[in-house]
Structures are given as C-alpha cells and as structure tokens.
C-alpha cells in the first residue's frame, strides 16, 4: 500500500529535550516536505526536499533541521524543542514532475513540548 | 502578497448541496487544488484546476476561473462522513525547486442530519 509513515504519532517531551521524528514514503517520490498545522494559521511549511541531499527552507525553519541521506526516509529534528512547537506535524511526499504534484500526507505527528 | 481566503465555517444538511468558494491572489498561479482533512487526520487530495471551468468527479466538482482568482468547491448529495475541513491551496510560480503551494486556513463544514 502506497504510504507515507511518520512516528511517532503522539509525543510530550519537555522544553531542551532532543527529539526526531521520522518520515518515510514507499512511492519512490523525489520530493519531500514537512509543514506544522496550528489554529489559526493553517498549514505552514517547513523545510522541504527536492531529492537525496537537497534540502531547503521552507517558511518556518526556525528551531528545526532535516537531512535526506536517502529517498524514502526525511526525519524531523527539534535540537532543542520549546513550548512555541507544540503542533501537528505533517510529512508529505509527491513526485517532482508528475501532472497534478498532488501531495501525499503522513497520518500526522501530534507533539507537545512542556 | 499573497492570499487565499476562505470562510470559515458553514453548515449543510444531509443530502443537499453546499458550495465552497476560494479566492486567491497569488505572484503567478500553475494550479489549483482542493483537499479534504477530518479532524486530527491528514489532509487527501480531492481535485486539482489548471485550467478555467469544471472539473466533475463523483460527487464532488471543482471549478476554476483565473481571471477572476476564483474557485469553488461543489459537494452534492452531502453525507455525515463529509464533515470535515476543506483546504484550497494554490500552486505560485515556479520558484527554484519548489513548486510552493500557498495554502488557505480551510473551511470547516458541519453537516447535520
């Protein structure tokens, strides 16, 4: 089954406290992203990929990091998470061409940082 | 700058038809797109507009005109399961590598019995 997969699904951690979640799609799509979802402000984007060892900025990098080393996989990094990214974080996945460049989601990962 | 706009909220009942309008100012505009997110679930693609006019697929159709930035969302035949928040997302141009999609804060639709 065609899937995009993130962990964990729920988290609380405290403020300082190191934390990844990972993402991995079974599609073979060149193209990777993870937006935070927040009340009132919707979908925001991250950072995003445009293939293995292609990242950049996206519009809230701010306290993050990610890395692609392989095409399927495209973790989350919080060095040192505070209480301002407490959020629902998506990872999505797309081909880089493709007709529509519709976007594939992840189910979600619900953090909450103390 | 940039913007989409969407209501916030509406409400339908049960077998009717509502409609969900997206305005949009966008530096350039290659698509757009409409997706569906149930509460605490990730958003799924429902359709994608490139060019003006209708797009039909089962239940739901989407239009599109660009002259006017303007799109809607038609649901017809409405059912309990359609309650959900609905995103209108336009693709700008093409900057860089990434065809960025700037995206509207979703509408939230109750359907009642």
């Known amino acids: 089954e065609a899937q995009v997969t993130q962990n964990p699904r729920y988290l609380i951690t405290v403020t300082g406290k190191k934390l990844t979640v990972t993402c991995s799609q079974n599609?073979?799509?060149?193209?990777m992203s993870w937006y935070r979802q927040d009340p009132g402000l919707g979908l925001r984007q991250i950072y995003y990929?445009?293939?293995?060892?292609?990242?950049d900025k996206g519009d809230v990098p701010e306290g993050y990091k990610v890395s692609r080393k392989e095409k399927r996989n495209f973790p989350l990094i919080l060095e040192s998470p505070s209480p301002n990214q407490t959020s629902l974080y998506f990872c999505?996945?797309?081909?880089?061409?493709?007709?529509?460049?519709?976007?594939?989601f992840g189910e979600g990962s619900r953090l909450t940082v103390l | 700058g940039q913007n989409i706009d969407q209501p916030t909220e509406m409400t339908a009942t049960e077998g009717a038809i509502v409609q969900i309008n997206c305005t949009y100012q966008?530096?350039?505009?290659?698509?757009l797109f409409w997706y569906q997110q149930h509460a605490g679930e990730a958003p799924t693609f429902l359709s994608y507009?490139?060019l003006d006019g209708l797009e039909e697929k089962g239940r739901f159709s989407s239009f599109l005109s660009r002259s006017k930035g303007y799109s809607y969302l038609l649901l017809k035949e409405l059912q309990m399961k359609d309650s959900a928040s609905y995103l209108c997302a336009v693709r700008g141009l093409y900057a860089g590598n990434n065809r960025k999609l700037i995206w509207g804060l979703g509408t939230s639709l109750a359907v009642n019995p």
């Open positions: 966008t530096s350039g505009f290659n698509g």
């Open positions: 999505a996945s797309r081909l880089a061409g493709g007709n529509t460049g519709e976007l594939f």
């Open positions: 599609m073979n799509h060149e193209y």
């Open positions: 507009n490139v």
């Open positions: 990929s445009m293939n293995v060892e292609v990242t």
